[in-house]
């Protein structure tokens, strides 16, 4: 009876612990996760002299497709661009809602680009690209059939150590290179300059 009490006690625990740190709507972790998780990788990038890479995108038009459809189509939007980011993400990896409709992927692969199962740079740029293409051919049917080829993402990507050498700067860089995808047309993701210097890392 003593061990089932403190069973109960270890889930409830952790049930507590995992709720604080995740989007109560979209499934992701929250904005006070990432910063603590994106944290921990530099740390541990430094020491190993790995990079970290952080994805920051949102829906673009997002309060238009809000105001036309609904608050429910809007929050079909953001837990399904959740569910495709996952999709193509490795476990190391995480999804994190930071804002309204505004969304940080911190790609961290701790056992380093030559181990099994691991990628590069170049293959995270893919996964990027594939995921912007995933939201543009998806169908959500709450938009009924206005929807594919209409939604749109656009984000920045910025690579410790280059673009940013502590959480602030990198989230900093990568809000940035937002912009400049959202000024060049949207429907984009921009990569900072560090992420040429990570392709030269993993393909030396």
């Known amino acids: ?14 049930q ?3 709720a604080a740190f995740t989007d109560p709507l979209t499934g992701a972790w929250n904005r006070r996760y990432f910063e603590r998780f994106l944290a921990t990788c530099l740390e541990s990038a430094r020491a190993r002299h790995r990079h970290v890479m952080v994805l920051v995108f949102d829906i673009d038009d997002f309060k238009r497709y809000n105001d036309a459809y609904g608050h429910e189509a809007g929050d ?19 999804v994190c809602r930071i804002g309204g409709d505004e969304f940080a992927v911190v790609f961290h692969d701790p056992e380093g680009p030559r181990k099994m199962g691991s990628i590069n740079a170049v293959s995270v740029m893919e996964i990027a690209q594939r995921f912007r293409n995933q939201i543009l051919q998806h169908r959500f049917p709450k938009l009924a059939e206005s929807s594919r080829g209409s939604l749109t993402i656009s984000g920045g990507m910025a690579t410790f150590p280059w673009d940013g ?19 060049n047309g949207k429907n984009a993701i921009t990569f900072g300059p560090g992420m040429a210097r990570a392709c030269e890392q993993s393909e030396g």
């Open 1 to 14: 009876a003593w061990l089932a009490g403190w069973l109960r006690l270890r889930d409830q625990q952790q």
């Open 16 to 18: 507590l612990r995992t």
């Open 76 to 94: 079909e939007i953001l837990i399904e661009a959740v569910r495709l980011m996952r999709s193509v993400i490795r476990p190391s990896d995480r």
């Open 165 to 183: 050498a502590t959480p602030a700067a990198l989230l900093a860089k990568a809000d940035q290179l937002a912009l400049e995808a959202k000024r």
